[in-house]
């Protein structure tokens, strides 16, 4: 029997084991922000043995008032956030990822775009599944 998470208000649940055999899909694709909060940014930065000045620079982009993760493109012409590693198909900075990232697949966005989710997400359970 599954583990399932479920959200008030979502028409799905996530089953988190299929994560072992996902290829990363939550963390590459189409470009968008990474949305960073700033009293997030020392956490992470401890994370990787930087000074949050030197974090911010190297792995960040300001958007206006707020932070994103940078991004880079692959050959393939899709994007990657830049802690996903290509190799491993992980996320490098797992434990003290985004909120965003943590909230993952529970996004007002999929509310209404549920077929959309289940084609990136394996993890995705309706009650058609």
């Given at each position: 029997?599954?583990d399932?998470?479920?959200?008030?208000?979502?028409d799905?649940?996530?089953?988190?084991?299929?994560?072992a055999?996902c290829?990363?899909?939550?963390?590459?694709?189409?470009?968008?922000?990474?949305?960073?909060?700033v009293?997030?940014?020392?956490?992470?930065?401890?994370y990787?043995?930087?000074?949050?000045d030197?974090?911010?620079?190297?792995?960040?982009?300001?958007r206006?008032?707020r932070?994103?993760?940078k991004?880079r493109e692959t050959?393939?012409?899709?994007?990657?956030?830049l802690f996903?590693?290509?190799?491993?198909?992980?996320?490098?900075?797992?434990?003290v990822?985004?909120?965003?990232?943590?909230?993952?697949?529970f996004?007002d966005?999929?509310?209404?775009?549920?077929?959309?989710?289940?084609?990136e997400?394996?993890?995705?359970?309706?009650?058609?599944?």
């Open positions: 029997m599954r399932l998470i479920t959200k008030e208000g979502y799905y649940a996530f089953d988190p084991t299929a994560c055999t290829q990363g899909n939550c963390c590459t694709g189409e470009s968008g922000n990474i949305w960073v909060k009293q997030d940014i020392p956490r992470m930065a401890k990787l043995q930087m000074e949050p030197a974090f911010i620079k190297r792995y960040l982009e300001k206006g008032y932070f994103s993760i991004e050959e393939e012409g899709v994007f990657d956030c996903f590693d290509r190799a491993t198909r992980r996320c490098q900075i797992y434990p990822r985004p909120l965003q990232c943590r909230t993952y697949p996004w966005y999929f509310k209404d775009h549920t077929e959309e989710l289940k084609r997400c394996p993890g995705i359970v309706t009650p058609q599944s």
